[in-house]
């Protein structure tokens, strides 16, 4: 054996079990469908602070459960993020009336899946917001910052706030001023390992994540102190133009799994000795807070300091992942309340909007091969299959006369619903979220047009992208555009397909896409193919226009 664990099936369940025997956790049994860590000793009547991610960063998330930082954590499986019903499930098991905080790693599955739970929580009538952290600077200013170490800062932030007492819009707020105040970068020897599979070979990198992903660049430090300077003089130099630099900071020097205790002190004394004298107020007892496996490498992190967060920092807590120790205790194991939808049924019908509905399906599910063609030329080719799953979803819901067609909020929850649930991937996941929020926009009274355009500003909130970055908001943001300048009728409709058409045609002469996996594609291989997600918008609010008949 190389390695000590059981099964590579089993490591996730493992790890936490090992973790529960000592910190102050509930978790969920091994046979339930989530993996979530729940503070047993917690205060319903505080805000609750909930994070997650992937497994394989321990003692990220779970960890740092405890009173003081983290009400509850939500984990996937290795380096993959919870699913949104994990996340929503978690929601509802800890926040009371002074609702939650989601604080996210600014990853794509991470932002999606909590993003989602976030909205749905919200149609349920808790009081959730979100807090997205990007604290690496290794990356160029066109893409966008990762999720690093410095979460934890914010973890150990907001849990003090929330633990002292304050509402939700405080904590809300020294989380996002938290986030934006610290600047983060990594370095390794090696790449990690994960179970059942075996080490990529690969040269010492600078600039690394979390998921085994290559860095920036190939560095050849010859000890600690040349590593220290390679990975400090870009960090500082992003802080200075931050304006971090002007007041004095924290360091946290994150273990990424494979240093040993003594390489974690000869890099902290480093990070001293080369900053700037009186720069580094406090440091974090070094350790593996945010690691990635058995990665040989380390992480820098910087939080400009004031009052308040100097005493954050300092409070003690019950989380074991922030540097103390803990007796060993048995595991208990957490009830989640979920709520009972057996008996709900669907709203009131009605055959026109059920007709149209019906109409639109169809429309998506013929045009499935030529948006998989699309798609061949940025990604995997399936974009056509995912959308065509979801509508065929839709359809049966439909034809089963499970969708709410005389409600229209309630309908657009339950599409909604159904988008997350069987059509998959991130643009199911980010669909979702579209006909989450608008239903909800729709339930505080606003008109069809309104609430489609709040409904896409939370997409554009949880997803990342903007109009120009080759999405399908490049269709649909000038679709409703016209609505809203044309109104609803069919006029409307038909002047709403015809911007979405000019709107996906423009695409093909976008160069570089600013998100999706199409942002990872090099300019040539997408010039003159039209955004498969931006023609798929085509065809939905065509059909739409089609259906509603002459007026």
């Known amino acids: 054996m190389d390695f000590f664990y059981n099964d590579a099936d089993t490591v996730v369940d493992d790890t936490l079990a090992g973790l529960a025997r000592i910190a102050p956790i509930a978790l969920t049994a091994r046979d339930a469908a989530f993996r979530i860590a729940i503070d047993r000793e917690r205060d319903d009547q505080r805000v609750a602070v909930i994070s997650g991610g992937g497994a394989g960063h321990e003692p990220a998330h779970a960890g740092f459960v405890g009173r003081g930082m983290l009400t509850a954590a939500v984990s996937g499986d290795l380096f993959t993020s919870p699913s949104v019903e994990a996340v929503l499930a978690a929601i509802r098991a800890v926040t009371g009336p002074a609702g939650a905080l989601l604080i996210i790693k600014n990853y794509t599955g991470d932002r999606l899946n909590f993003g989602l739970a976030a909205e749905r929580a919200r149609g349920e009538g808790y009081a959730v917001e979100t807090a997205i952290v990007a604290d690496d600077i290794s990356l160029p200013d066109t893409v966008a910052a990762r999720g690093l170490a410095g979460t934890v800062l914010v973890h150990k932030i907001a849990g003090h706030a929330a633990a002292h007492g304050a509402d939700l819009a405080e904590v809300h707020r020294q989380a996002e001023t938290a986030a934006a105040s610290m600047a983060s970068i990594g370095l390794a020897l090696s790449s990690a390992t994960l179970p059942g599979a075996t080490r990529e070979t690969r040269p010492p990198e600078l600039g690394l994540g979390i998921h ?109 992942g922030w540097p103390g120790a803990c007796d060993v205790q048995a595991i208990e194991t957490a009830t989640l309340n979920q709520p009972d939808d057996s008996g709900r049924g669907p709203g009131a019908q009605d055959a026109s909007m059920a007709a149209l509905m019906a109409a639109v399906c169809q429309a998506v599910v013929a045009e499935r091969k030529r948006l998989d063609d699309l798609d ?118 038909q002047q709403a397909a015809q911007a979405a058409r000019d709107g996906a045609e423009a695409t093909a002469e976008m160069r570089q896409a600013g998100a999706g996996r199409a942002a990872y594609v090099r300019a040539d291989a997408l010039a003159g193919h039209v955004d498969p997600g931006a023609q798929a918008m085509v065809t939905i609010v065509a059909a739409v226009a089609h259906g509603l008949g002459p007026q």
């Open 376 to 493: 061949a030329a940025a990604g995997d080719g399936d974009t056509g299959t995912a959308f065509a799953r979801g509508a065929n979803a839709v359809a049966h819901a439909v034809e089963a006369q499970r969708l709410s067609t005389g409600e229209p909020a309630r309908m657009a929850r339950e599409i909604g619903d159904i988008l997350a649930r069987d059509m998959g991937g991130s643009s199911g996941v980010l669909l979702s979220i579209l006909a989450m929020a608008t239903g909800n926009a729709l339930a505080e009274g606003r008109d069809l047009a309104t609430a489609l355009s709040a409904g896409v500003a939370r997409m554009q909130h949880h997803g990342g992208a903007a109009r120009g970055d080759r999405t399908l908001l490049d269709a649909l943001c000038p679709a409703l555009d016209a609505l809203a300048e044309s109104g609803l009728s069919r006029k409307g409709w």
């Open 212 to 320: 085994n992903e290559p860095g920036v660049r190939e560095v050849a430090p010859v000890d600690a102190r040349e590593a220290v300077a390679l990975a400090l003089a870009p960090l500082l130099d992003k802080a200075r133009d931050a304006g971090l630099l002007d007041q004095p900071c924290a360091v946290l020097v994150n273990n990424m799994g494979g240093c040993s205790p003594q390489e974690m002190h000869v890099l902290l004394n480093e990070v001293i000795a080369q900053a700037p004298d009186g720069l580094i107020e406090t440091a974090v007892v070094p350790a593996s807070l945010m690691s990635s496996m058995n990665m040989h490498g380390f992480s820098i992190t910087l939080l400009a300091l004031d009052e308040t967060r100097r005493a954050a920092l300092a409070a003690p807590v019950a989380a074991i």
